[in-house]
């Protein structure tokens, strides 16, 4: 299973169009050793024609021309690129949906309450039923493996198989209230868990933290992509760029009292790296005391272009 990290930063990329924070400014200056990063985008193939997405990011387009691998074969005038699996109805995981709206078929996995969201309330993505055949929505269970990619024979194990993990965050703002209340909590934010082989990927950009099953999934899990958003819980307040904390954003912080950082993983097993880095986060500074606390703490720092191989 190979997984490619095409974007790693939160929403809003870094640099941030509109922000001049301490990291932004610093970056834009020169004056702070980071990379630039784009929204949260990962690609996971089990062979060179087939490319699962992990959400759809609002910067999908230049993300997929950057990597030749994604590239339609000249031969089979085909794309690899035709499912995608989304952890939320969040903007930042779905927006990209639009961009592969060019008469692609698609089959888009999700929570029966995401679908609901997005083709209940947005009717804008109704683009994506001028292919043929339309895009098919393909409901993911909590809790239950759903093929995303066939085993080649029956005694064989090389199949792709996905888990959506329930992690308890909450629906988008711009959902309504109407359709709110219509919806099961449950589904509003899950995690991916990803199995090929003996092999298991646990894929959670947004964790809220909250409950115990999450840190056993990151145990048994031979890879974790983890929420990286927030060094501290009331980054944006203090800031001044926004009223909520991070919990209260879904995203666990990764310093303070039972912070990602301190929970106690089991020892050896899962290579643990951190995605979904929001511009505000100090980690992005890699000479900051920050950014080696991660380090130490047995975490990786996901950046564009990082990729892995289970
Ligand atoms: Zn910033």
Same mark, same amino acid.
């Given at each position: 299973?190979?997984?490619?990290?095409?974007?790693?930063?939160?929403?809003?990329?870094?640099?941030?169009?509109?922000?001049?924070?301490?990291?932004?400014?610093?970056?834009?200056? *020169? +004056? $702070?050793? =980071?990379?630039?990063?784009? %929204?949260?985008?990962?690609?996971?193939?089990?062979? =060179?024609?087939?490319?699962?997405?992990?959400?759809?990011?609002?910067? /999908?387009?230049? %993300?997929? &021309?950057?990597?030749?691998?994604?590239?339609?074969?000249?031969?089979?005038?085909?794309?690899?690129?035709?499912?995608?699996?989304?952890?939320?109805?969040?903007?930042?995981?779905?927006?990209?949906? /639009?961009?592969?709206?060019?008469?692609?078929? &698609?089959?888009?996995?999700?929570?029966?309450?995401?679908?609901?969201?997005?083709?209940?309330?947005? +009717?804008?993505?109704?683009?994506?039923?001028?292919?043929?055949?339309?895009?098919?929505?393909?409901? /993911?269970?909590?809790?239950?493996? +759903?093929?995303?990619?066939?085993?080649?024979?029956? =005694?064989?194990?090389?199949?792709?198989?996905?888990?959506?993990?329930? $992690?308890?965050?909450?629906?988008?703002?711009?959902?309504?209230?109407? &359709?709110?209340?219509?919806?099961?909590?449950?589904?509003?934010?899950?995690?991916?868990? @990803?199995?090929?082989?003996?092999? $298991?990927?646990?894929?959670?950009?947004? $964790?809220?933290?909250? *409950?115990? %099953?999450?840190?056993?999934?990151?145990?048994? +899990? !031979?890879?974790?992509?983890?929420?990286?958003?927030?060094?501290?819980?009331?980054?944006?307040?203090?800031?001044?760029?926004?009223?909520?904390?991070?919990?209260?954003?879904?995203?666990?912080?990764?310093?303070?009292?039972?912070?990602?950082?301190?929970?106690?993983?089991?020892?050896?097993?899962?290579?643990?790296?951190?995605?979904?880095?929001?511009?505000?986060?100090?980690?992005?500074?890699? !000479?900051?005391?920050?950014?080696? %606390?991660? /380090? !130490?703490?047995?975490?990786?720092?996901?950046?564009?272009?990082?990729?892995?191989? @289970?």
């Amino acid at each position: 299973m190979r997984t490619k990290i095409l974007g790693s930063a939160a929403g809003g990329g870094f640099p941030q169009w509109n922000c001049a924070c301490r990291n932004c400014s610093g970056f834009r200056s *020169g +004056s $702070l050793k =980071a990379r630039a990063r784009t %929204q949260a985008q990962v690609a996971v193939s089990t062979s =060179a024609t087939n490319w699962v997405l992990l959400n759809a990011s609002p910067d /999908l387009r230049e %993300q997929i &021309l950057a990597i030749p691998e994604l590239a339609p074969s000249v031969d089979s005038k085909a794309s690899p690129v035709s499912k995608i699996v989304l952890t939320s109805a969040d903007v930042d995981s779905v927006m990209g949906l /639009l961009h592969l709206r060019e008469f692609q078929p &698609l089959h888009i996995y999700c929570t029966s309450a995401v679908r609901r969201v997005l083709t209940e309330e947005n +009717s804008l993505f109704r683009v994506l039923n001028r292919s043929t055949p339309p895009a098919h929505w393909e409901i /993911l269970p909590l809790g239950r493996l +759903s093929p995303l990619v066939a085993p080649s024979g029956p =005694a064989t194990k090389d199949g792709l198989f996905c888990k959506a993990i329930p $992690l308890f965050g909450d629906f988008p703002d711009y959902v309504s209230d109407s &359709l709110r209340r219509t919806l099961s909590q449950d589904e509003a934010v899950v995690g991916i868990q @990803l199995f090929h082989k003996d092999k $298991l990927f646990f894929f959670a950009p947004s $964790l809220p933290g909250i *409950g115990e %099953q999450w840190r056993s999934v990151v145990d048994e +899990s !031979d890879f974790a992509l983890l929420d990286g958003t927030f060094w501290t819980d009331n980054e944006l307040i203090a800031m001044k760029r926004g009223k909520k904390s991070a919990r209260d954003m879904g995203h666990l912080p990764l310093s303070g009292v039972n912070g990602l950082l301190q929970h106690r993983f089991r020892p050896g097993k899962t290579r643990k790296v951190l995605i979904h880095i929001n511009n505000s986060n100090p980690i992005l500074n890699e !000479d900051s005391p920050e950014h080696r %606390q991660v /380090l !130490d703490a047995g975490f990786e720092i996901a950046y564009d272009g990082m990729e892995f191989n @289970l």
